[in-house]
């Protein structure tokens, strides 16, 4: 598969961007505190019990989700339905000077800052043409 407008993807993407980049440090820093409270015991984290993430667990150890949660980068963020989402691009170490991109979208309820609910995992590889700048900037929007 490939994008099937690419002008158009990255037209709506830059759009996109622009308005979501304002928000991006705030977002950051509630992750941060998020990492903080876990670390001290004071935060939970839960995995979404959607079907779909059950194909995703096979793919990636629980070790590699809590590795990118914790150390993880927010690429994307919004805020919808009382809850803050955020979407965490990390390289994980899969053997020597070996790395493996990962995506990890997750919510947080905007009345619950310690609460984070894992939504699924990804190898953004799998939509690589979705992607720029190593798999941290999103292009096309088809679908
Ligand atoms: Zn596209």
Redesign the pocket.
């Known amino acids: 598969m490939k994008?099937?407008?690419?002008e158009?993807?990255r037209s709506i993407s830059e759009e996109k961007f622009a308005r979501m980049e304002p928000h991006l440090a705030a977002a950051a820093r509630r992750l941060e505190r998020f990492r903080q409270a876990y670390e001290n015991g004071e935060a939970d984290l839960a995995f979404d019990e959607h079907a779909s993430f059950r194909e995703v667990w096979r793919a990636f150890s629980e070790t590699h989700i809590l590795e990118a949660l914790m150390n993880g980068e927010i690429i994307e963020c919004r805020k919808r339905d009382g809850e803050y989402g955020f979407l965490i691009w990390y390289n994980v170490k899969i053997g020597r000077g070996q790395y493996r991109p990962m995506h990890v979208p997750v919510v947080m309820p905007v009345a619950n800052p310690n609460y984070l609910v894992v939504v699924t995992v990804y190898d953004p590889r799998s939509k690589e043409?979705?992607w720029t700048d190593n798999y941290t900037r999103r292009i096309?929007?088809?679908n």
Request: with cysteine.
């Open positions: 994008c099937e407008n690419e158009l993807c043409w979705q096309c929007r088809c």
